[in-house]
């Protein structure tokens, strides 16, 4: 998993085509299968493409965080959140991205999204509480937004010296 302040992460996402999911070879099923399998790996819930370097939009998670639970595995590819509640939640998340921290955030309490399954298949969805945080999350990755860029002026000064160890640990380039 790349880590901040790598440049993937800030990078523009491609929408994928129908055809990159219909065509040979099935690329699109088998890095969603890798990102699973780094994502268990790495005790996460959710993983965005761009967190692997894949400039593209597409997302995995599973609430739950536990490979043995597979039907709660969702695959998003071309996801948009289409309503925001305007009721908001704080709480806690972290990222992958940046190991070893984590912070407040304030998220709608649910959303309404479309997206794409693996076959282009189109589909709405509704998602509240803790799979709706996680939506969010990954969404945000998928417009170059981290986490780290919602939290109060207080949460971010309680993650700054960490921030800074990364920034000298992994520089501009990052580190797988
Ligand atoms: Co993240």
């Not at 055809?19 to 699109?28: D, N, V």
């Not at 990102?35 to 761009?50: D, E, I, N, Q, R």
């Not at 009721?87 to 955030?105: I, Q, R, Y």
Request: proline residues 5%; negative net charge.
């Amino acid at each position: 998993v790349l880590k901040y302040p790598h440049p993937a992460l800030r990078a523009p996402n491609e929408e994928i085509p129908l055809e990159e999911l219909t065509g040979p070879g099935c690329e699109i099923s088998k890095i969603a299968k890798e990102m699973f399998l780094v994502m268990y790996a790495t005790k996460g819930v959710g993983l965005a493409a761009p967190q692997v370097g894949i400039n593209k939009r597409l997302m995995v998670y599973n609430e739950s965080g536990d490979s043995k639970k597979w039907m709660q595995e969702t695959i998003m590819v071309n996801p948009k959140i289409v309503e925001f509640s305007e009721a908001k939640e704080w709480d806690e998340e972290g990222c992958l991205s940046f190991p070893e921290m984590g912070g407040d955030v304030e998220r709608s309490k649910w959303i309404k999204v479309e997206a794409q399954n693996l076959k282009g298949k189109k589909m709405k969805k509704k998602f509240k509480g803790w799979e709706a945080r996680i939506f969010q999350h990954e969404y945000d990755h998928l417009d170059g937004t981290v986490y780290i860029d919602r939290l109060t002026d207080q949460g971010r000064a309680e993650v700054q010296v960490t921030l800074e160890e990364l920034i000298s640990n992994y520089g501009d380039g990052g580190a797988l």
